[in-house]
């Protein structure tokens, strides 16, 4: 009798203490199926080909949605100018008319037609007054010999690189082009006409859908005839102004 007791006693003993065992050696082997599931992903050749295969068909981009389309479009503009360099004795403003036919967003083709006004410079007011002196005193009179621009015409080209949008102070988005533009025409002189070239770079700030801010500066080359001999001079257009597109 005490020899089955002890029997059973043994039993159960080896029964607890193999029950951890079993319980981790079955965790174990849920481990390991589900690492072996895991690992099968890659092997899955039908699976690798189809995640390899996927493509987005969107592209991001820093500037999406143009606030205004440019394509097959007309721009008229005004704009007000100041001219510095070329002959000292005279400063010379513009006031300028302008108008641009937009092909694409980056490439438009476009007229402009400035009208000159002109003034003594603080130099040429001291040499002419200096002059008028002389005159008065029963001295020697001489003027400076100036050869002041009248009106322009230009066809020009432009191209827009740069689009994109900022905000200004806090009270809103802006949206601008920055562009760079080429071409030549005919300046009317006081002397006569003579060829205009001119290059350079300018910004326009979208107010509206239909309205710009536009701020723009040129390098122009051409020849004057004043009464000493022909030169050539070399003078910078800055312009601030408007531009209504169609």
Do not use: C
């Amino acid at each position: 009798m005490k020899t089955l007791k002890l029997l059973s006693l043994s039993v159960i003993a080896a029964t607890f203490m193999a029950s951890p065992a079993m319980a981790q050696g079955k965790a174990s082997a849920k481990k390991a199926t589900l690492a072996d599931d895991i690992d099968s992903l890659g092997g899955n050749k039908e699976l690798a080909e189809m995640a390899q295969n996927i493509k987005s068909q969107t592209r991001t981009r820093i500037v999406q949605d143009r606030i205004v389309e440019r394509r097959n479009r007309v721009e008229f503009g005004l704009a007000y100018g100041s001219t510095f360099g070329g002959d000292s004795y005279v400063k010379t403003q513009s006031l300028s008319l302008a108008m641009d036919y937009h092909i694409t967003p980056r490439w438009s083709l476009g007229v402009r037609y400035m009208d000159f006004g002109n003034n003594l410079t603080d130099e040429g007011k001291r040499v002419f007054e200096q002059a008028r002196k002389n005159y008065e005193a029963g001295g020697r009179a001489y003027a400076v010999d100036i050869d002041y621009p009248e009106n322009a015409a230009l066809a020009v080209v432009n191209w827009y690189p740069i689009y994109g949008k900022t905000s200004f102070l806090d009270m809103g988005v802006t949206q601008f082009d920055l562009y760079l533009l080429a071409g030549g025409g005919q300046m009317t002189l006081s002397s006569g006409t003579t060829a205009l070239m001119t290059a350079g770079a300018g910004v326009g700030a979208w107010i509206t859908k239909n309205i710009s801010a536009r701020a723009e500066m040129r390098y122009q080359t051409y020849k004057d005839q004043p009464v000493t001999g022909s030169r050539t001079l070399d003078t910078v257009t800055g312009s601030l102004g408007l531009g209504w597109i169609l």
